[in-house]
């Protein structure tokens, strides 16, 4: 089982992102998908989240700028972030697992296998 995170980079505040995750060796259309971030010093914090039926799960820190989706004919999700803060900048992970229910997408333990991580550094 695979998971390969990339998309990340350097942008401007106030830029736009897509991250793509994808997935290999596992049943994804069956996967809840979710996305963490860990900025440096800090906890790994839960961002979006989708069940393998397309329900979305938004913190209130990201509602309105990230958006969440997945192509399953593709084996991949997406992380769409939209007016990008300084703040925003951390190491971005992928997560997919087949536990749990809508409620508990923000749980890092529902989740079976994580991507390696893709850095996204925003400039002020």
């Known amino acids: 089982v695979q998971l390969q995170a990339s998309g990340g980079g350097l942008v401007q505040a106030g830029g736009s992102l897509r991250l793509s995750c994808a997935a290999s060796?596992?049943?994804?259309?069956?996967?809840?998908v979710g996305w963490f971030r860990q900025a440096p010093g800090k906890e790994r914090v839960f961002l979006a989240g989708?069940?393998?039926?397309?329900?979305?799960y938004y913190p209130d820190s990201v509602k309105g700028r990230f958006t969440i989706s997945r192509d399953n004919a593709k084996n991949t999700a997406y992380l769409q972030m939209n007016s990008l803060k300084p703040e925003d900048t951390a190491v971005y992970y992928c997560?997919?697992?087949?536990?749990?229910?809508?409620?508990?997408?923000?749980?890092?333990?529902?989740?079976?296998?994580w991507g390696q991580g893709t850095l996204v550094t925003v400039s002020s």
């Open positions: 060796g596992l049943s994804f259309r069956r996967c809840h």
């Open positions: 997560a997919a697992g087949t536990g749990g229910i809508w409620s508990s997408l923000p749980r890092q333990e529902i989740y079976d296998y």
């Open positions: 989708t069940t393998w039926s397309g329900s979305t």
